[in-house]
């Protein structure tokens, strides 16, 4: 078993890390002025966000979709959740991952490239978040 249970907590955890980082400014701005729909898919489990930042809600720079939907994303990133768990922890290097395959990606792969500088913070703001929902096992 991987380090999600199930679904569910892998929404609560990156998901809602994700709907944190909608709202903050300097990095919502950035994920914003790329105006892309990206699709994460994840395996162990079966589950998948979209974050929608051409069409963004009235309250964040961009809207994260769990679950299936019908969005047409420009870009799409499969991986195992515990790679994605990894990621958001600052312990995996996205082009290392691609490299040795433990990411795939298809769509215009620099631009999502260009959003790595803005999505540092996210690093920090994934751990408070695990640790506000009581997951400290997780940081393990």
């Not at 162990?44 to 009235?58: C, E, G, H, L, M």
Request: proline share 6%.
């Amino acid at each position: 078993m991987g380090v999600f249970k199930d679904a569910e907590q892998l929404y609560q955890c990156i998901a809602g890390m994700m709907e944190i980082c909608s709202e903050d400014q300097a990095m919502g701005g950035k994920i914003r002025e790329a105006e892309l729909v990206i699709r994460f898919v994840y395996s162990d489990p079966d589950s998948q966000i979209t974050v929608d930042a051409k069409n963004p809600a009235p309250h964040g720079y961009f809207t994260v979709y769990r679950g299936e939907n019908d969005l047409e994303p420009e870009v799409v990133m499969e991986m195992k959740a515990d790679v994605a768990h990894r990621f958001w922890l600052g312990k995996v290097n996205l082009v290392s991952a691609l490299t040795r395959g433990e990411m795939k990606a298809r769509g215009p792969i620099p631009k999502i490239m260009k959003l790595l500088p803005a999505i540092k913070p996210a690093f920090a703001i994934y751990t408070r978040h695990l640790q506000n929902l009581g997951y400290q096992d997780l940081l393990a």
